[in-house]
């Protein structure tokens, strides 16, 4: 059974704040996601990865950044965390690669509550 | 115009009727996902089609690829059904994106 998971359920941080959100996949996923999902609006993509140290700009990177120091590692960084960041954070990874379509995985979530 | 259009955006329905719930999208796909996500839940994969229907239990999912549609119809539906569908098109090429219809709430009552 795939397991993605995350570091926290439920996160509180203060503005300005460097906030580090983890997430670990056990089944040697090459792609891996980070989403933020707000309501009215769905789940939107932040960055993703496609192998170790590789890093690919989704829909709204600003204000975020990545790190892929390993395979099974994909973690979100909120540089200096703004009240606008408030959100589920919300990751993913996907089999492949090889012939699509392509099963993906989500983890549990991070609601992130920036004060 | 959003690449991927659900509807309706909002659902109440009473214990045991049929739903459906539908999805258009305007991209090029390889297959397109059916996902739930419960109140404070994690995201659930239901369903992946790239052609055709599959059935899992009450719940059906179709897709017309050439009219670019997809519709999840939820059999005899139960309060434990209540929760956020989303649908997702896995886009051709580039690198397995997704991009995410809105979700429909569905509140099924006893």
């Known amino acids: 059974d795939v397991k993605v998971t995350q570091s926290s359920r439920y996160l509180v941080k203060r503005t300005g704040e460097k906030v580090f959100l983890e997430c670990v996949q056990d089944m040697d996923h090459e792609n891996m996601f980070w989403y933020r999902q707000d309501p009215g609006l769905g789940l939107r993509l932040i960055y993703f990865s496609y192998d170790v140290k590789m890093k690919e700009k989704g829909d709204i990177p600003e204000g975020y950044s990545v790190s892929r120091e390993k395979k099974e590692r994909f973690s979100l960084i909120l540089e200096s965390a703004s009240t606008n960041q408030t959100s589920m954070y919300l990751c993913?990874?996907?089999?492949?690669?090889?012939?699509?379509?392509?099963?993906?995985?989500f983890g549990p979530g991070t609601r992130l509550t920036v004060t | 115009k959003n690449e991927v259009e659900q509807s309706p955006q909002n659902l109440t329905a009473q214990e045991g009727e049929f739903i459906t719930i539908n999805c258009s999208y305007s991209?090029?796909?390889?297959?397109l996902h059916w996902l739930q996500q419960h109140p404070g839940g994690g995201i659930v994969s239901l369903f992946m089609?790239?052609?055709g229907k599959k059935k899992h239990g009450r719940l059906i999912a179709t897709i017309n690829i050439q009219e670019k549609h997809s519709s999840l119809h939820i059999t005899a539906s139960h309060p434990r059904d209540s929760a956020v569908y989303i649908c997702?098109?896995?886009?051709?090429?580039?690198?397995?994106?997704?991009?995410f219809g809105a979700g429909t709430r569905l509140a099924v009552h006893p």
């Open positions: 993913a990874s996907i089999t492949g690669p090889g012939q699509p379509p392509y099963e993906q995985y």
């Open positions: 089609l790239s052609s």
């Open positions: 997702a098109a896995h886009v051709s090429g580039g690198y397995n994106k997704l991009i």
């Open positions: 991209v090029g796909i390889s297959a």
